[in-house]
């Protein structure tokens, strides 16, 4: 790298730079998402932390290059730092203990009858402080950027009380305020009924709307309302009341919807305009054609499935209809211990029958368009957050292709430089 005053830097010498192409869109829906552009043999120009310029580096303007700071490419791949739009990644404990008893053949009643599951993870979470909390969080971060991600959101419900909740997202504004990779926190105090309140779940939804919602909108903790909807967590009604009282608020909605059954989220989902309605395993025909005619994102998180062994979500048909589909991880310490975007895309082409360009688009513009931030980051174009990751390999194809193996070899962060290998 060359050294200048010059508030240029310019990266050439890149094998490929591959971005979707959203034409001032704030998403991209159905095969819309095919739509991306590949420049060989490419060059970016930076402006502090802004894109100034992209295209082949035999095109870029002398402006740029007098006096610039150049950085050599050394043949990489460039595209958009990946977005993770869903993750619950503030626990106290790992639950290693129960992945090897589901893997003996425990069922989760079993596993949850020994004070495993959820329970467990509430638990150690009330337990820890705010600084076991935040250093555990800020390792996790520097995992996951070296895999790429530089925008993630981060969900409470571990804590499940007043107290706990507030923990949680106090813990998550730190290591916002900590660390290089933007973050987005999202309220979920309806993860789950706590233990205490099993035989009084109407006390415990009360909790939610009259004591916590309000109190984390009026502290200004999170701009997001998430909720469960599912059997044996949170019933359609208690949701909705649940996700209106956020609006009310103005914590935008967001649902984890028809996971394990059709029980109706994601027409909830529809209902309350969710900015996403995440998991969607067992999505109705209906909904899907109401997706499709809607702004709310299905957010797919394959590495649920794959963990667990469930069904996978039709990402095919919802894209086939003309949905707005992102890709996210769910990563978390009970059904999704992995924090590798690529590896998501890995799993969305061969088990969801995605390709390629619908993957990265998913796990970048549509998956920003979910955190309210495709705006400012989610594509590499002129004007936006220089969140770029370079990777070595031969082309934006061999991403998904090629998994089980980190490819990359820099990150760059809001035109911050980060070199790995």
């Known amino acids: 790298m060359t050294k200048s005053n010059s ?4 990266i050439r010498n890149l094998r490929q730079l591959t971005t979707p192409v959203t034409n001032g869109k704030p998403y991209l829906r159905g095969r819309e998402m095919r739509n991306i552009e590949t420049v060989d043999n490419a060059a970016i120009v930076i402006n502090s932390d802004t894109i100034e310029w992209i295209g082949r580096d035999t ?4 402006q740029y290059t007098d006096d610039a700071n150049i950085i050599d490419g050394n043949g990489l791949v460039a595209l958009p730092g990946f977005v993770d739009m869903h993750t ?11 992945f090897a008893m589901r893997c003996s053949g425990a069922t989760y009643q079993e596993i949850a009858a020994k004070g495993g599951g959820i329970n467990n993870t509430v638990r150690t979470t009330r337990e820890a402080d705010k600084s076991r909390l ?3 969080t800020m390792r996790f971060l520097d995992k996951m950027i070296r895999h790429g991600t530089t925008t993630v959101e981060i969900k ?7 107290k706990d909740e507030v923990k949680m997202l106090d813990v998550i504004n730190m290591v916002k305020e900590d660390h290089l990779i933007n973050i987005v926190s999202t309220f ?36 997001f309302c998430d909720v469960f909807c599912e059997n044996g967590f949170f019933t359609l009604e208690e949701s909705r009341r649940i996700l209106q009282t956020g609006i009310e608020h103005r914590l935008a909605p967001k649902i984890h919807a028809d996971e394990l059954s059709p029980l109706g989220g994601s027409e909830l989902a529809i209902e309350v305009n969710a900015i996403s309605a995440d998991h969607l395993e067992h999505i109705s025909d209906k909904a899907i054609e109401m997706f499709a005619k809607s702004d709310v994102i299905a957010g797919m998180l394959p590495g649920v499935s794959f963990y667990l062994g469930h069904d996978y979500a039709p990402a095919r048909k919802l894209i086939d209809a003309g949905a707005i589909v992102a890709l996210a991880t769910d990563f978390n310490p009970g059904s999704c211990v992995s924090y590798s975007v690529p590896l998501m895309m890995t799993m969305a082409c061969t088990q969801m029958k995605m390709t390629p360009e619908e993957t990265l688009t998913a796990a970048t513009i549509n998956a920003a368009a979910a955190l309210n931030m495709s705006r400012i980051v989610g594509s590499i174009e002129e004007g936006k957050q220089a969140d770029i990751v370079f990777l070595q390999m031969p082309n934006y194809m061999y991403l998904p292709y090629h998994f089980g193996e980190n490819h990359v070899a820099a990150v760059m962060k809001s035109g911050t430089w980060l070199e790995y290998r």
Request: proline share 8%; hydrophobic share 30%.
């Open 88 to 98: 619950h990644m503030v626990f106290g404990a790992t639950r290693e203990e129960e």
């Open 134 to 136: 935040r250093k555990q």
């Open 7 to 10: 508030p240029f830097t310019v």
């Open 59 to 62: 095109d870029v303007p002398d």
């Open 156 to 162: 409470s419900g571990y804590g499940l009380s007043e």
């Open 188 to 223: 979920l105090g309806a993860h789950a009924i706590p233990p205490e309140y099993k035989e009084h779940r109407e006390e415990y939804v009360d909790l939610v709307c009259k004591k916590m919602i309000p109190y984390v909108a009026k502290k200004n903790l999170t701009g």
